[in-house]
């Protein structure tokens, strides 16, 4: 199972893709800049931004963020909160060109990356104030398991944040997805299924939040700004030929309202 996951991730060849969208570009590189590359989630930026300001971060903070990817959500919120971030990926190409963008911005003292499975998360338990996982939970079979480890590494009274696409009914996408090539390594839930799985893991307090319309605007976004062809930065980067495949259903799952893309933030 975890090398269908990261088969379907990672196909060589990212850093380089990068670095030539890049030179394109005028300027160095900035956390603003990747955004389009490294914001590997339905709605990009703007939905990081609106998550971010849900978890309420203090200055100082440490936050582990699971399935951190190419690095984009923790050089954010290393960047407009002032916190320090660990991120936790499963794929091994991802950590390391996370790293080095991470150096490219200026941010290495602030945002480092292990190469791990959030079911197996190699941290002290206690250790951090904050948790976020952005578009993970559906590559997660065993959901309990895995809330129940990120409980123990928060501090008392700490805020997990989770922005996952979920199912909304029965109806599930046609893939490939930009998550998974089959349902074989999809395992979308509704949000009461999570926000139960919170509880068993000892989270008290939950809100939810339905971030449909917000993702729509920023799908109408897209499909002007590419019809003149792709960026020189954009997720085609990331997620190679098939891309257009992939959004596609991706798309149509979500204005159809067999998934929703939500937040939901919960405290210990």
Not at 78 to 99: C, F, I, N
Not at 151 to 161: E, I, S, Y
Not at 223 to 232: K, L
Request: glycine content about 10%.
């Amino acid at each position: 199972m975890t090398n269908e996951i990261t088969d379907h991730y990672s196909f060589g060849g990212l850093r380089t893709r990068i670095e030539n969208g890049l030179a394109m570009l005028d300027g160095d590189p900035t956390v603003e800049m990747l955004g389009p590359v490294d914001e590997f989630h339905v709605g990009g930026r703007p939905a990081t931004a609106h998550f971010v300001e849900q978890l309420d971060l203090d200055a100082g903070s440490h936050v582990l963020d699971i399935g951190s990817g190419l690095g984009g959500t923790a050089r954010f919120m290393a960047a407009s909160a002032g916190v320090t971030v660990t991120g936790v990926d499963l794929t091994e190409e991802y950590v390391q060109v996370a790293t080095w963008l991470t150096k490219l911005v200026g941010l290495s003292n602030s945002v480092q990356f292990i190469h791990a499975s959030a079911a197996e998360l190699p941290v002290p338990e206690q250790a951090f104030d904050a948790a976020s996982m952005v578009h993970v939970g559906m590559n997660i079979p065993d959901k309990a398991a895995v809330f129940t480890d990120i409980g123990r590494q928060l501090t008392p009274g700490g805020v997990f944040g989770i922005y996952d696409l979920m199912v909304t009914g029965e109806a599930q996408p046609d893939y490939p997805v930009p998550w998974a090539a089959t349902a074989t390594t999809s395992f979308l839930e509704t949000p009461a299924q999570y926000v139960a799985h919170l509880g068993s893991a000892g989270f008290r307090s939950v809100q939810v939040i339905d971030r449909t319309p917000a993702a729509l605007a920023v799908f109408d976004q897209l499909a002007s700004a590419t019809s003149n062809g792709p960026p020189a930065l954009g997720l085609h980067l990331v997620m190679g030929p098939d891309t257009a495949t992939k959004f596609a259903n991706l798309v149509t799952a979500v204005r159809s309202g067999a998934i929703a893309p939500t937040e939901i933030i919960a405290r210990r």
